[in-house]
T-cell receptor
């Protein structure tokens, strides 16, 4: 399966803990995007990265959230000191170039106790 | 005005019906138009991608773009129960940011 791989599929954290979500893009894709989806709402853009660079983080909260896409390994979305409002499905997408369509993984469902 | 508007439905049709799903957008700079299908507990799956006005057909699916009216549509012919899902329109303008509608939930009844 050469699709976008996200893990874990489900993540449960207690308030105040850290959450790390991982995303491996499709083979040949160097552009990675993170989205958040709340129930009954559409996908909301968070951040766009290329290898070792953050291109656009305009959709990401200024505090507690960070993202990286290192030279080697998957892209990581990190949420520090999680709160109940962080509970959502987080989707990663990748594309070959910035004007090519984005392909999505099956998401990580984050639940905060 | 929101950048992309999409009627959330829900939409319920009998098997074999023609389904019409629509989105409107406000930013005339938008150039690229996509339709995604999302099954419950899964990620969005790309169905159609176009960057010009007019029609694009792929099997039972037809995507239509009218840039003058800022209006896009997805038609599904001979709808099947397996088409039951949420359909999302996604639009972007060549910059990196893809904007989605809220999605329309479709149920096709056997």
């Amino acid at each position: 399966n050469a699709g976008v791989m996200q893990n874990p599929r489900h993540l449960v954290r207690r308030r105040g803990q850290e959450a790390r979500l991982r995303c491996s893009p499709m083979k040949g894709h160097s552009h990675v995007y993170w989205y958040r989806q709340l129930p009954e709402e559409g996908l909301k853009f968070m951040v766009y990265l290329q290898k070792e660079n953050i291109i656009d983080e305009s959709g990401m909260p200024k505090e507690r959230f960070s993202a990286e896409f290192p030279k080697e390994g998957p892209s990581i979305l990190r949420i520090q000191q999680v709160v109940r409002g962080d509970s959502a499905a987080y989707f990663c997408a990748s594309s070959r170039t910035e004007n090519q369509p984005q392909h999505f993984g099956d998401g990580t469902r984050l639940s905060i106790l | 005005q929101k950048e992309v508007e999409q009627d959330p439905g829900p939409l319920s049709v009998p098997e074999g019906a023609i389904v019409s799903l629509n989105c409107t957008y406000s930013n005339s700079a938008f150039q690229y138009f996509m339709w995604y299908r999302q099954y419950s507990r899964k990620g969005p799956e790309l169905l159609m991608y176009t960057y010009s006005s007019g029609n694009k057909e792929d099997g039972r699916f037809t995507a239509q773009v009218d840039k003058s009216s800022k209006y896009i549509s997805l038609f599904i012919r001979d709808s099947q129960p397996s088409d039951s899902a949420t359909y999302l329109c996604g639009i972007f303008g060549g910059s990196e940011k893809l904007v989605f509608g809220k999605g329309t939930k479709l149920t096709v009844n056997p």
